[in-house]
Nanobody, 122 residues
């Protein structure tokens, strides 16, 4: 019903920047919140930043990453500055939203997208 497509990853040197994008599409009525997660090899997926009315970040990215939304485009962004090797991971977005089902609607968490690889290395 809802698809998430992430983009913007790549290889960057330590101290560099990247901007990730994620667009939701489908039978969307309202998006309540959108978030970015990441998963490094051999680790569990972790929440990086989330945005509903306010933005919340994990401590390790505060002051370096900025999450923002374009509600008209159903898109969430993650501006990542001062990147470190420990930021290397596959980055995924997710959304809490209401989808249309016939004449009704339902609150759901979107299925995961394919993710976008971020590699920070010299």
């Amino acid at each position: 019903q809802v698809q998430l497509v992430e983009s913007g990853g790549g290889l960057v040197q330590p101290g560099g920047s990247l901007r990730l994008s994620c667009t939701a599409s489908g039978n969307i009525v309202t998006i309540y919140s959108m978030a970015w997660f990441r998963q490094a090899p051999g680790t569990q997926r972790e929440l990086v930043a989330t945005m509903a009315d306010d933005a919340i970040y994990i401590n390790s990215v505060k002051g370096r990453f900025t999450i923002s939304r374009d509600n008209a485009k159903n898109t969430v962004y993650l501006q990542m500055n001062s990147l470190k090797p420990e930021d290397t991971a596959v980055y995924y977005c997710n959304a809490r939203l209401r989808v249309r089902e016939g004449t009704a609607s339902r609150l759901v968490n979107a299925a995961w997208g394919q993710g976008t690889q971020v590699t920070v290395s010299s």
